[in-house]
T-cell receptor
Framework: GAVVSQHPSRVICKSGTSVKIECRSL??????MFWYRQFPKQSLMLMAT?????????EQGVEKDKFLINHASLTLSTLTVTSAHPEDSSFYIC??????????FGPGTRLTVL | KQEVTQIPAALSVPEGENLVLNCSFT??????LQWFRQDPGKGLTSLLL?????REQTSGRLNASLDKSSGRSTLYIAASQPGDSATYLC????????????FGEGTQLTVNP
């Protein structure tokens, strides 16, 4: 099946710094990419949806200036957590989809903000 | 607003047992339904995708059914193995949710050797 990669898989940073997470579809071109956040023992919470070349659509309650999403190409989307704080510590998962097809998920990135 | 519920929240069975995981959704206007598996600290692995026009899909020991009119899906796992231990998530993609998948809370499965 289709493969989605994320980098890094794990990151630890100091409070106040910014962290960038990359999401790539390796063997297909994704018309839409999604960013999710997952807290321990909870299901995934959609943060934003992005289409290549256009601005991301953020879910209610998600600060777009805090979580910057760039979808520069059909195979790459990035999520930047700006001025990270301990409450931003979480598991971030991206997914990618071709129109009309299933969503394929990346392996996730564990962010820990000290 | 679409809501997805999974029952049970947790399940523990001995190895070799056949089992059924349940998923229900409130809005039957869906395009498709997916079952995923998530291992601890990992991303999601897509197991089966059922289009709204289909009744079931099979892959190996897994069989997923869909009854769109009643808003239900089941995931049947035959001859369970310890390696099947994981959280299983059901998600629907439909008219009322735009381009988003709506997830259930998951069923945490433990298969004991």
């Amino acid at each position: 099946g289709a493969v989605v990669s994320q980098h890094p898989s794990r990151v630890i940073c100091k409070s106040g710094t910014s962290v960038k997470i990359e999401c790539r579809s390796l063997d297909f071109q994704a018309t839409t990419m999604f960013w999710y956040r997952q807290f321990p023992k909870q299901s995934l919470m959609l943060m934003a949806t992005s289409n290549e070349g256009s601005k991301a659509t953020y879910e209610q309650g998600v600060e777009k200036d805090k979580f910057l999403i760039n979808h520069a190409s059909l195979t790459l989307s990035t999520l930047t957590v700006t001025s990270a704080h301990p409450e931003d510590s979480s598991f971030y998962i991206c997914s990618a989809r071709v129109a009309g097809g299933p969503q394929y998920f990346g392996p996730g990135t564990r962010l820990t903000v000290l | 607003k679409q809501e997805v519920t999974q029952i049970p929240a947790a399940l523990s069975v001995p190895e070799g047992e056949n089992l059924v995981l349940n998923c229900s959704f409130t809005d039957s206007a869906i395009y498709n339904l997916q079952w995923f598996r998530q291992d601890p600290g990992k991303g999601l692995t897509s197991l089966l995708l059922i289009q709204s026009s289909q009744r079931e899909q099979t892959s190996g020991r897994l069989n997923a059914s869909l009854d769109k009119s009643s808003g239900r899906s089941t995931l049947y796992i035959a001859a369970s193995q310890p390696g099947d231990s994981a959280t299983y998530l059901c998600a629907v993609y439909g008219e009322t949710s735009g381009s988003r998948l709506t997830f259930g809370e998951g069923t945490q499965l433990t298969v004991n050797p």
